[in-house]
């Protein structure tokens, strides 16, 4: 157990809804790191808070956005849901320190129908 | 885009045998990750190695990185059935606005009893 949490486990959705997504931080971790795995493929990253500000995006469109509070957990939202955004949702709490590893939680399975 | 590259894709073996997975990368890093995943569930640390560093044990586990060819590997000795799972390296380039990483497609290792 990585003391990381997300919820909720399992989602399905239907094409053009919304969703929010939510992970609550290891405790001591001020930086969160949400990641998107489909199936059979490694994680990709989408983006990063630290201290409550996006520090950092990969190549994903402005649909994924991202919040982190002052208790350090953080939501990934999705607008207008695509069937191509079915995938494991995966959250990393870390430190800021040079060689920080990354805890990951136990993930939410998006299915978009 | 993936940066790594896991070879081989998938590795069979015995148990009581020893499972060696290799990663290649393209960029520069700052360090290396090797992560566990079992069935789709949340991403497990194995190892972390820093870019100045050859050699990592922990455990069954032996890492080696060689930053000149930009590769790494993983050793598993002595594997267990309860081995089996993905085995994912990561990159991380960390600059100056914190780590992301950068995972590879994976090797899923079975370890047969």
């Known amino acids: 157990e990585t003391g990381v949490t997300q919820s909720p486990t399992h989602l399905i959705k239907t094409r053009g809804q919304q969703v929010t997504l939510r992970c609550s931080s290891q405790s001591g971790h001020n930086t969160v790191s949400w990641y998107q795995q489909a199936l059979g493929q490694g994680p990709q990253f989408i983006f990063q808070y630290y201290r409550e500000e996006e520090n950092g995006r990969g190549n994903f469109p402005p649909r994924f956005s991202g919040l982190q509070f002052p208790n350090y957990s953080s939501e990934l939202n999705v607008n207008a849901l695509e069937l191509d955004d079915s995938a494991l949702y995966l959250c990393a709490s870390s430190g800021s320190g040079s060689y920080n590893e990354q805890f990951f939680g136990p993930g939410t399975r998006l299915t978009v129908l | 885009s993936q940066q790594g590259e896991e070879d081989p894709q998938a590795l069979s073996i015995q148990e009581g045998e020893n499972a060696t997975m290799n990663c290649s990368y393209k960029?520069?890093?700052?360090?290396l990750q090797w992560y566990r995943q079992n069935s789709g569930r949340g991403l497990v640390h194995l190892i972390l190695?820093?870019?100045?560093?050859r050699e990592k044990h922990s455990g069954r586990l032996r890492v080696t990185l060689d930053t000149s060819k930009k590769s790494s590997s993983l050793l598993i000795t002595a594997s267990r059935a309860a081995d089996t799972a993905s085995y994912f390296c990561a990159t991380d380039a960390r600059e100056t606005s914190g780590s992301r990483l950068t995972f590879g497609e994976g090797t899923q290792l079975t370890v047969n009893p």
């Open positions: 190695i820093r870019s100045n560093e």
């Open positions: 960029t520069s890093i700052n360090n």
